[in-house]
């Protein structure tokens, strides 16, 4: 079993985060490497409306408005990068100018969560991925059609078995595909495992998809009272070599972040 992530290839694990960036002349500069066995979610879908394409210099992952001009996605996507970039949209197609029907933001600024190691993915310890989250300020604000979404906060009543994975990420193993937005529904408490560790979650996909490259910072959302929240966020996938996002994905807790996000949001606003 190896942990996989990206764009760093070492020899036990490799960083799932990221997918790097796939640019051609033939194809357009938002052509990238999504859900594993998700489907395209549809331009009318609510969902399509809720996260964004975060571009961190060579690599991609997905990132989720939490308020008009912050976003949140994991720490090992904007750690040591320099130029990033949110860009909204539903559907990244190459063959159709990267203008259409798409609205991009710089990245002002990044808050990456106290004591996050990006050493910690040089180990095939599952156990070791902690505090993998981080905070972005974008120019201007979010779309005004897009969503603003919360992190639960682990004290309200979760209303439904559904499971919603939401990301840019590939669909399938080790494929060259543009970043189009898909979704996956999985079930709550067959897939989902407290880890021995408070910051963690463990998703299983050996079966029925889960998150895989470029997937890393997006959301796993979940009904409470009539309002999708934030459970987790993606961190990094652990799986056969040949085939990594059939296996377990970490995913961060997000009610055990809650205080830090809330308050880290109003200081970046």
């Not at 796939?22 to 609510?46: K, S």
């Not at 040591?80 to 197609?93: A, I, L, N, R, Y």
């Amino acid at each position: 079993m190896k942990l996989v992530t990206i764009p760093l290839l070492l020899p036990l694990i490799m960083f799932m985060a990221c997918t790097k960036s796939y640019q051609n002349e033939a194809e357009g500069p938002f052509c990238g490497r999504a859900i594993v066995d998700g489907t395209l979610v549809a331009a009318n879908d609510p969902f399509s409306k809720k996260v964004a394409l975060l571009l961190a210099d060579d690599s991609s992952c997905t990132a989720t408005p939490i308020s008009s001009n912050v976003l949140l996605t994991a720490a090992h996507c904007v750690y040591g990068k320099k130029e990033m970039h949110v860009v909204f949209g539903d559907t990244f197609q190459c063959q159709v100018s990267p203008n259409a029907n798409l609205q991009t933001r710089k990245v002002l600024t990044s808050r990456i969560y106290e004591n996050f190691n990006e050493d910690i993915f040089k180990s095939a310890d599952l156990a070791k991925v902690k505090n993998d989250i981080a905070l972005i300020k974008i120019e201007g604000n979010v779309p005004s059609d897009f969503y603003i979404s919360s992190l639960y906060d682990g004290r309200s009543r979760i209303e439904s078995d559904e499971l919603i994975l939401v990301g840019y990420g590939d669909s399938r193993d080790n494929s060259d595909e543009p970043p189009r937005l898909r979704k996956v529904k999985k079930s709550f408490s067959k897939t989902l495992v407290r880890s021995s560790e408070q910051q963690q979650l463990i998703l299983e996909q050996r079966s029925n998809g889960g998150i895989c490259l470029g997937d890393s910072g997006g959301p796993q959302f979940i009904l409470v009272n009539g309002v999708y929240k934030i459970l987790a966020i993606n961190s990094a996938v652990s799986g056969p070599q040949n085939s990594p996002c059939h296996g377990q994905a970490v995913l961060m807790y997000g009610p055990y972040f809650y205080d830090w996000v809330a308050q880290t949001t109003l200081e970046l606003r």
